[in-house]
């Protein structure tokens, strides 16, 4: 149906830039939302930001508003989570997940629940 491979990961100095790519294969014209989570560590996942596959409409979580920024090349069918002013506490795994259906989306879900696969996650370690 729909599957997702990230990439991009990798170490990086506190304060310092990092961009995840997420590419879709299949059937992607089912794809409703692209999302971006991230799993630290003895810590639950944690929604970090989406955007819808029609209009490119984004949503990030309060905690990284003004650091990390979504986008998407259409070409490509691939989006990317750009990540900026990196902190220790942004270590973790980053995982892209797609929300499946058919019609139009009123919002970006912030739930993992929601959506309906998931890439293999990408490591982000970020040094103090």
């Known amino acids: 149906q729909v599957q997702l491979v990230e990439s991009g990961g990798g170490l990086v100095q506190a304060g310092g830039s990092l961009r995840l790519s997420c590419t879709a294969s299949?059937?992607?014209?089912?794809?409703?939302?692209l999302g971006w989570f991230r799993q630290a560590p003895g810590k639950e996942r944690e929604f970090v930001g989406g955007?819808?596959?029609?209009?490119?409409?984004?949503y990030v979580a309060d905690s990284v508003k003004g650091r990390f920024t979504i986008s998407r090349n259409d070409a490509k069918n691939t989006a990317y989570l750009q990540m900026k002013s990196l902190n220790v506490e942004d270590t973790a795994v980053y995982y892209c997940?797609?929300?499946?259906?058919?019609?139009?989306?009123?919002?970006?879900?912030?739930?993992?629940?929601?959506?309906?696969?998931w890439g293999q996650g990408t490591q982000v370690t970020v040094s103090s």
């Open positions: 955007i819808k596959w029609s209009d490119r409409t984004t």
């Open positions: 997940a797609a929300e499946l259906g058919v019609g139009f989306v009123v919002g970006i879900p912030t739930s993992a629940n929601a959506y309906d696969k």
């Open positions: 299949g059937r992607t014209s089912n794809i409703l939302v």
